[in-house]
């Protein structure tokens, strides 16, 4: 009893709290770098109101259970899967604006994250293909993978803003770690929830309900980033020893061009008059100067 009305508060209280950080998100001025988050909010709340939807509709016999449950299973699954890439690039740009002061390596750093997600998700498709599946198996299969691949590479990424937070001039109040906090704390339920939702997939299992109870506190921690003013991000100062600093020079010399010198066969018709005319001048004034200062080897060929 106590865990279904736990569940109905949660359910209640998600599209609530998720409309409320997406509120204070937008109330920042650079709510721009933030966009995939917009994003997966904007995706999550209307999940939320379908869900609610169909749920009142079935309370007034508008709509079957049967016919209810199959719009709720293609839109849940569909904004899960949504969810899932939205996920991904919101790593990629939070690792962006991290890395913002070193651009050598965030280039280095964002070619990498580019071929980890080429690969995870190869890597995923193939795993989610099996033989003999129906068309809502091969969903369900390739959106847990998905979830699976973006929720791995979330729990790095929050390994590494905890590792670089203090080099980066970040600290525990920026909204960089905060979102990091929250698509931390997101991933690491979806994938215990994964690994349990074989078990056990009653809605008012305790996966369930830790899930929902997680799912409300990223949402808190977001809409409390986001509401209080964030601390300036310090200058960052290496020294010529440290390691970032050694990275970023080599990293940020792998992308330039090559230089490229003339060694000979240069045709005429590629300088202009007025760089002929100089050179002939300069010619013309060196031959003086050999002359004097060789005095000595023209008396002796007069003299011979």
């Known amino acids: 009893m106590i865990s279904t009305w736990l569940v109905s508060f949660f359910t209640y209280l998600e599209p609530l709290l998720c409309a409320a950080a997406l509120l204070f998100l937008l109330r920042i001025k650079p709510w721009r770098n933030y966009i995939y988050l917009v994003a997966l909010l904007s995706v999550r709340l209307a999940s939320d109101l379908v ?3 169909l749920k009142a509709m079935i309370h007034v ?3 079957e259970a049967g016919s209810a449950y199959r719009i709720y299973f293609y839109s849940y699954w569909g904004s899960y899967a949504i969810e899932a890439i939205l996920s991904i690039l919101i790593i990629y740009s939070i690792f962006k604006l991290a890395m ?6 965030q280039a280095l750093g964002m070619l ?5 997600a080429a690969i995870s998700v190869a890597v995923t498709v193939g795993l989610a293909i099996a033989p003999n599946q129906s068309g809502k198996e091969f969903i369900v299969g390739l959106v847990t993978q998905m979830q699976r691949t973006s929720s791995i590479l979330t729990l790095c990424l929050l390994i590494f803003v905890c590792f670089a937070i203090r080099p980066m001039g970040l600290s525990h109040r920026s909204r960089i770690f905060g979102v990091s906090l929250g698509l931390g704390i997101l991933a690491t339920t979806d994938l215990v929830r994964a690994a349990w939702i074989a078990h056990n997939s009653t809605m008012e299992s305790a996966v369930n309900l830790i899930g929902g109870f997680a799912i409300c506190v990223t949402l808190c921690i977001w809409s409390t980033y986001f509401a209080l003013p964030e601390p300036k991000r310090r200058m960052i100062l290496l020294p010529t020893t440290s390691p970032f600093h050694r990275w970023n020079q080599i990293s940020a010399a792998l992308g330039d061009e090559p230089g490229y010198v003339a060694i000979g066969g240069i045709p005429p018709e590629l300088f202009a008059p007025a760089e002929i005319e100089l050179m002939k001048r300069a010619s013309a004034m060196m031959a003086p100067q050999k002359v004097e200062a060789h005095p000595t080897s023209n008396l002796r060929s007069i003299s011979a």
């Open 112 to 116: 990498i994250f580019r071929w980890v």
């Open 100 to 105: 913002a002061p070193l651009k050598g390596l």
């Open 61 to 63: 016999s508008v709509v």
């Open 51 to 53: 869900y609610l939807g």
